[in-house]
């Protein structure tokens, strides 16, 4: 079993904003397996169906970041997903726009949302894809987050996007995270 997290927050108002770039990657996603059918339970968006008898679940937490643990765990349990078959999707502020790093496991690094799932799924060992979206130069991270791109950002930002969903697409198709991480960093 594969479960695929993006983190975001849910709404209007926040669509394509930095702090969605998980969510964005699930929509793409989404769109490259020709997922068009989604359940929401589990306070959450998702798509569960299979790649080469894999079954696949791409998850959007309904809760808001910073509770997007609660999600994680509900799904974990009803459906008895294991850690080492999560990956989550984020937005960090410590990386260039768009740049995409992997990570086998690790702290939080301050991200409320891989908190709250570190929290609720009780381990940092479970996979993640960063998707940079840069720090501030003149404004609070809360404003800067709860932003979309500039015109001349976007483009870059997209491109990460691309980047970390073919990342996941050969998570699923079977290559392992050492490879992946060999690939993509």
């Known amino acids: 079993m594969k479960l695929v997290v993006g983190l975001g927050n849910p709404g209007k108002k926040y669509d394509r904003t930095k702090h969605n770039m998980g969510f964005m990657t699930i ?106 979206i840069q720090h501030p130069q003149k404004q609070t991270v809360v404003n800067w987050v709860l932003t979309p791109f500039t015109k001349d950002n976007e483009p870059v930002a997209l491109a990460g996007i691309d980047k970390a969903a073919d990342a996941v697409k050969d998570w699923i198709a079977g290559d392992s995270f050492d490879q992946l991480m060999n690939k993509y960093n």
């Open 27 to 132: 929509d793409k996603l989404m769109e490259e397996y020709a997922q068009t059918q989604t359940k929401k339970d589990f306070e959450a968006e998702y798509c569960k169906f299979k790649v080469d008898g894999e079954t696949v679940f791409l998850v959007k937490p309904l809760t808001f970041m910073n509770e997007s643990g609660r999600a994680v765990r509900f799904l974990m349990g009803y459906y008895q997903i294991q850690p080492e078959e999560i990956m989550v999707i984020q937005d960090d502020l410590d990386m260039p726009i768009g740049k995409v790093r992997l990570r086998a496991k690790g702290s939080a690094g301050g991200h409320n949302g891989i908190k709250s799932i570190i929290s609720s799924v009780g381990t940092k060992d479970f996979k993640r894809i960063k998707i940079g």
